[in-house]
């Protein structure tokens, strides 16, 4: 049996949200964890919802959402560092939290660790289009990046592409300005002939058109340019939806309008939204390690507890490490 | 009275929709251009449409979409590359093409040239939010910049924001990953201090979610982040559109909201449409250069001429000649 360490004090809702999600992934999916927090507020709420079979790990310390990420390593009784530890040490299967990103991030690289192939884990995340998913990373772990870097990412986005998507021959591409070889900045041209020689399938440059439009599984990039890319399509779904509100509202047809189409407009959102899919995983940490979003509520971390269990059950990690031996071209091994 | 030089060899719909986009913007707006192309196919047009009365300037060659943009600077007999000649000799005030971008920028950069007091014109795109709109740039002109373009790029920004846009005072930040100082990239943490010290109303580090939240007037980055950024917004809201279809073809009460909730669609659509703005400045060119869409018809092109002629009443060059002067830091002038 797996057990997940779940950081209950880290996000907007924390701890009672982040509890009812172990309960939550416990009752409906079967699936354990360990509730890293104050025992007792922890405790309180297991108890008024008849769970307390859960297992407890008490911690003193809270990282706060704007603190800087770096604090954590110092704070050694705060409940995410006390999550991490547990997962390095073996106690724990894995990783789950909604708290301060760079913290968790931070957590993930030095405290649980990356499996030896992969120099940077990056974050993944599986964008939705009309006929699929494509998988966009680094979408915030590493900022500035060197072409080996990208490489590996390839190679890491293959491998969930893979593993968890189901796409066999996921195609890889390059994210820059312009189709043809030659065109991009300088780690775009310098990672280029590096993607070209290895052993993915390798289709060359995609565009910023190709995110959402389904002609690639699996697209890299370095981890500034993939942050603000994602924080940016969420604001501009934000924004487009306020902005459909506001001409509706003007008509009472197109108020009946929206009515009807509601379910429809429901069943879209459930695609896209954020609780659904759980959290965003750091991919190539020793064990699973999933950022919720801090608004996470308790579906939101029942969903994430369920993706870190899905990553041990595909043996994530021995795929990832088999995959950066064979699919890297030979010169530039790390 | 001004003329604008309109590539009409340029673009998927040429030359038909680009000479019906000149003599809608004479007959509707009164703004006079030269036409730049095969005179035979130009005139057999205007005759049908009893416009015989615009000027034309007979190109033999054309750029085509797919070749190199570098080309058009040896292809000297092509209509983009007259289009621009005309300017840069005064016989026309502006140019206008739906042509190869990357042509229509080097003819830009290079035919038509920029201001003195600036050394890389920026391409800029005033993105729709529900508060109004912000000025996002460089979304394609400059791929690896140095920390003193962005700064350039900051007061470009500016001067568009409160000549063309009517802000006063604009709000300044620079993309980035995290909103406190000394979070980013290499670039990032190198521009922030000039912003800092320059006259502009430099609000610190913006981040992807503040593009589409009117958190910011004016948002800076470099020639490759605001490409991709811009191609990836296009397609997401192709893919959220193409989504929810999908989701509303299920159901038959979806279908009647979706009918009664046209208007109200359209009315935002207009917004965001590509055909209503007109097309993206070079910002800072000797002369209006206006890129429109690949798939411009009449309507945008008529609105481009409006736009180039807008620039023109607004004085917009030696407004941005002036800010540079005014608004830079001293010790980084170049």
Known sequence: MTRIAVD?????YAPE???????????????????????????????????ENLSVVHAEGIIQMHEPPSNVLRKKDSSLYIAGKLVREGLADGLVSAGNT???????????????ELERPPIGVALPNPKGKTVL????????????HLLQFAV??????????????PRVGILSIGEEEGKGNELVK?????????KLNFLGNAEGRDIYAGTF????????????ILKASESLGFAVLQMIREEVEKSFF?????????????????????????????????KPVIITHGRANARAIKNAIRVANEFLAHHFNERLGENLRRLMPQEVKV
């Open 156 to 169: 890491v986005g293959h491998t969930y592409a893979e593993e968890i998507l189901n796409i066999k021959n």
């Open 217 to 228: 599984d699996v697209i890299v990039c370095d981890g500034f340019v993939g942050n603000v």
């Open 102 to 116: 760079g913290a968790v991030l931070t957590v993930g690289k030095f405290v649980v660790g990356s499996i030896d």
């Open 254 to 286: 197109a108020k009946l309008g929206a009515l009807l189409m509601k379910p429809a407009l429901n069943n879209f959102k459930k695609k896209a939204d954020f609780a659904e899919y759980g959290g965003i995983p750091l991919l190539g940490a020793k």
């Open 190 to 198: 310098d990672t280029y002939p590096l993607l070209k020689v290895s």
């Open 8 to 12: 209950c004090m880290g996000g907007d």
């Open 17 to 51: 949200e982040i509890v009812k999600g172990c309960i939550l992934a416990y009752r409906e999916l079967g699936l354990e964890s360990i509730l890293v927090g104050d025992e007792e507020k922890i405790g309180k709420i297991l108890k008024r919802e008849g769970a």
């Open 137 to 148: 990373l680094d979408v915030g772990a590493n900022v500035d990046c060197k072409p080996k």
